[in-house]
């Protein structure tokens, strides 16, 4: 079993940064890729980012390329989200989960096995 914890979020203004952070036990992150999505209100949950186990291969979403960043540190078992130049179409509760052995792509959900509960973040004009 996996414990994912996301924190980090709030309410920022546009053009603001923010970094969301994703700690896990129960199993280290070293073995497992690990990926952000959010969910706005009303909207399905949508990919962000993907990391590999030793953060050498990245994925973006086409929302957030160019402002995000993922990274993570497997010393702290942590996995990071650095959101720059926030607007307010970034408005949503960001998870964080865990790549799991179904072989489903990176950006859908099927292919995570273990979620955290969210992380709130709302971006006012």
């Known amino acids: 079993q996996v414990q994912l914890v996301e924190s980090g979020g709030g309410m920022v203004q546009a053009g603001s940064s923010l970094t969301l952070s994703c700690v896990a036990s129960?199993?280290?992150?070293?073995?497992?890729?690990m990926g952000w999505f959010r969910q706005a209100p009303g909207k399905e949950r949508e990919f962000v980012a993907a990391i590999s186990i030793t953060g050498g291969i990245i994925y973006y979403g086409d929302s957030v390329k160019g402002r995000f960043t993922a990274s993570r540190d497997n010393s702290k078992n942590t996995v990071y989200l650095q959101m720059n130049n926030l607007t307010p179409e970034d408005t949503a509760v960001y998870y964080c989960?865990?790549?799991?052995?179904?072989?489903?792509?990176?950006?859908?959900?099927?292919?995570?096995?273990?979620w955290g509960q969210g992380t709130q973040v709302t971006v006012s004009s």
């Open positions: 129960g199993r280290t992150v070293t073995t497992s890729a």
């Open positions: 989960a865990s790549r799991g052995d179904s072989g489903d792509p990176y950006y859908t959900q099927a292919g995570y096995d273990f």
